[in-house]
């Protein structure tokens, strides 16, 4: 079952901050965030395993709720290099070993 | 640094053709997936393999098949190509579940697949 991700575009300015989200109806054994710029191979930024986990560093960082059907991806202080199309990918079973993707946020930060 | 590479980046395949798409990876990584990516839909799963001459169907595999003969190489195979399947084809590898925690998918750059 394909993740729910909100919102689908966001436009920002240098310096301004994002939040992306990626819900699931069913808990999820993990979540993925990949980052897309144009014309490139999508680009693995972090795993989340644990139910409340939060990962990641100051400028970049994400959430997985306490019931594992929501995560959130975080970027703070937006750089232009941040541009891109962002995809969370879920895996529903321990051992599934595949990943559903959502529909993808595409994300446009202007000077 | 680490590697998946798709064989073309381009292609361009008439109604009917069979099509093979290759993708090699350099990372002894037992995961193999083969998803299309078209805008607004993300990316679908057609098919994987978790391990030579295994494979499993994805969400979309009507109209394709896969094989893996070598751990290191995983092609799709348009069996007869049509209009639908016009596409950005997109392989990816990744160790198995027991061993990343902090390892995702690696990607190729795709092949952008016009059937004509």
């Known amino acids: 079952q394909q993740p729910v991700q909100s919102p689908q575009a966001v436009i920002l300015r240098e310096g301004e901050d994002a939040v992306i989200n990626c819900s699931s109806s069913?808990?999820?054994?993990?979540v993925h965030w990949y980052r897309q710029k144009h014309g490139e191979a999508p680009v693995f930024l972090m795993i989340?395993?644990?139910?409340?986990e939060q990962k990641g560093h100051e400028k970049i960082s994400a959430s997985f709720n306490e019931k594992k059907q929501q995560s959130s991806l975080y970027l703070t202080a937006s750089q232009l290099s941040y541009s891109g199309t962002y995809f969370c990918g879920t895996e529903t079973n321990f051992g599934n070993e595949k990943l559903t993707f959502g529909t993808g946020t595409r994300l446009t930060i202007i000077p | 640094d680490v590697k998946v590479t798709q064989s073309s980046r381009y292609l361009v395949k008439r109604t009917g053709e069979k099509v093979f798409l290759e993708c090699v990876q350099d990372?002894?990584?037992?995961?193999m997936f083969w998803y299309r990516q078209d805008p607004g839909l993300g990316l679908r799963l057609i098919y994987f393999?978790?391990?030579?001459?295994?494979?499993e169907k994805g969400d979309i595999p009507e109209g394709y098949s896969v094989s893996r003969e070598k751990k290191e190489r995983f092609s799709l195979i348009l069996e007869s190509a049509s209009t639908n399947q016009t596409s950005m084809y997109l392989c990816?590898?990744?160790?198995?579940?027991?061993?990343?925690?902090?390892?995702?998918?690696?990607f190729g750059s795709g092949t952008r697949l016009t059937v004509v």
């Open positions: 990372m002894d990584h037992e995961n």
């Open positions: 069913k808990a999820l054994y993990s």
């Open positions: 393999s978790y391990d030579v001459k295994m494979k």
């Open positions: 989340l395993l644990k139910g409340g």
């Open positions: 990816a590898s990744s160790l198995c579940f027991r061993y990343r925690d902090n390892y995702g998918y690696t």
